[in-house]
């Protein structure tokens, strides 16, 4: 579902429906990814006042380049109480919060965790280890998150949305996200250089989305069946 991750409304009915529990958002570099997630939270915690996000990122970059949100969002509004934004700077951090992640109550589980460019924690080590060894921390952690979001799921719904940043048609690491996760939604240009982008999901019935980041806004431009 495509329009989870820009401005619209979801309903209660669309929250229940969704059942993956890993998904990844793979764009290329100022394609509006971290604006996406950011609209992904937004939504989620707008759908229910039970629902409470974790919004990972490093918080230099947050601070740097924040998300555009689509127009009419009210900075003061409850609905950001809701999101919790919490600032890590290395893979270990994140190994770290998923290997206590089993310590939440029901009461106070997120609904979802979203990392922000989750393979830029990882090309960072670039410098001091070789791509092998960079891509061995990449599936330990991997691995972390995916079974501590699966052993939340016994007791509360809850699933884990990643962001990363490609070069090409696709992620270089794409190989070792798929062993994990099954949802895979991909930004590309779209038009002659104005701006837009078209926001796909690798389910074949599904919809696209054409959106663009303009005046400082998420904008909606289309929704493409």
């Not at 009915?13 to 764009?27: M, Q």
Request: hydrophobic share 40%; glycine share 6%.
């Amino acid at each position: 579902m495509v329009d989870r991750f820009l401005p619209t409304k979801l309903s209660n009915g669309d929250v229940n429906r969704r059942r993956d529990y890993l998904t990844l958002l793979s764009g290329p570099v100022s394609s509006g990814k971290t604006s996406l997630l950011f609209q992904f939270a937004l939504n989620l915690a707008s759908a229910s006042t039970d629902s409470r996000v974790v919004f990972i990122c490093r918080r230099k970059k947050i601070e740097s380049n924040p998300p555009f949100l689509s127009q009419g969002i009210d900075p003061s509004s409850d609905v950001f109480n809701r999101i919790q934004m919490k600032y890590v700077d290395d893979d270990e951090g994140i190994r770290k919060y998923f290997a206590a992640f089993h310590l939440h109550h029901v009461v106070d589980s997120p609904s979802a965790v979203i990392i922000d460019d989750f393979g830029d924690y990882f090309t960072q080590l670039n410098s001091v280890m070789s791509s092998r060894a960079r891509d061995m921390a990449m599936v330990r952690t991997l691995a972390l998150c995916h079974n501590a979001i699966v052993d939340a799921n016994r007791k509360v719904f809850c699933e884990l949305v990643l962001s990363e940043t490609n070069h090409g048609d696709s992620p270089r690491s794409l190989f070792i996200y798929k062993r994990w996760i099954t949802k895979i939604f991909t930004i590309k240009g779209h038009g002659h250089g104005d701006g837009s982008f078209l926001l796909t999901s690798n389910g074949e019935s599904e919809k696209s989305a054409k959106y663009s980041i303009a005046l400082q806004y998420l904008i909606l431009e289309q929704m493409i069946v």
